[in-house]
């Protein structure tokens, strides 16, 4: 079962390229996340969707664009790299049925900015 | 305000010890959702459990166990004879009503289990 897949696991920019990171997944779930985890910081939310056609802002969402044209697809693009870009990025998604659904992850994508 | 704090930022233990990994949330929900998810060495996030505000039972899954107590607002989550394949770093989440579906994640604990 693919679930959550991203896409690249590893890459590194110089700053002020531009990268797309992909992201899909095969749950038929409405709902899609981009996270970044910094050391020591957990989790934080960069943009959400809630269903095709439909993104929204998380807590840290400046200097990332994202689109959702179909269900399955949820690429996060990262128009002038920046060093304070470098962290993991996590894609993730879960059911549209309200709080308390579990969200699924990918297995993440590591971004190095120099 | 939506928050999750895991004040233990590592811990250490010897393998077949019991470890209890310590979770404490703030919400203004009635109701809402608590998680615990698994980061092992290699990176990936791995749900362990989900648990609603109106289930106060404690959960106990093979060497794993939960412990959901609203009057402390805590919901701490036991290993029972770590292994070394315990170690990993631990999130706890919430999430509720006011935050659509997102999740609030603390910042976790990181556990090693020395053989």
């Known amino acids: 079962n693919a679930g959550v897949t991203q896409t690249p696991k590893f890459r590194i920019l110089k700053i002020g390229q531009s990268m797309t990171l992909q992201c899909t997944q095969d749950m038929n779930h409405n709902y899609m996340y981009w996270y970044r985890q910094d050391p020591g910081m957990g989790l934080k939310l960069i943009y959400y969707s809630v269903g095709a056609g439909i993104t929204d802002k998380g807590e840290v969402p400046n200097g990332y664009n994202v689109s959702r044209s179909t269900t399955e697809d949820f690429p996060l693009r990262l128009e002038l790299a920046a060093p304070s870009q470098t962290s993991v990025y996590f894609c993730?998604?879960?059911?549209?049925?309200?709080?308390?659904?579990?969200?699924?992850f990918g297995e993440g994508s590591w971004l190095t900015v120099v | 305000a939506q928050k999750v704090t895991q004040a233990q930022t590592e811990i250490s233990v010897v393998e077949k010890e019991d470890v209890t990994l310590d979770c404490v949330y703030e919400?203004?929900?009635?109701?809402?959702?608590l998680f615990w998810y698994k980061q092992p060495p290699s990176g990936e996030l791995v749900f362990l459990i989900r648990?609603?505000?109106?289930?106060?039972q404690n959960e106990i899954s093979g060497r794993y166990s939960w412990n959901f107590q609203k009057s402390t607002s805590s919901f701490n989550f036991t290993i029972t004879a770590s292994q070394v394949v315990d170690s990993a770093v631990y999130f706890c989440a919430l999430s509720g009503p006011n935050t659509g579906n997102q999740f609030y994640f603390g910042t976790g604990t990181s556990l090693t289990v020395i053989p």
């Open positions: 648990r609603n505000s109106f289930d106060e």
């Open positions: 993730a998604s879960s059911y549209s049925t309200g709080a308390g659904n579990t969200i699924y």
């Open positions: 919400t203004r929900d009635t109701t809402y959702y």
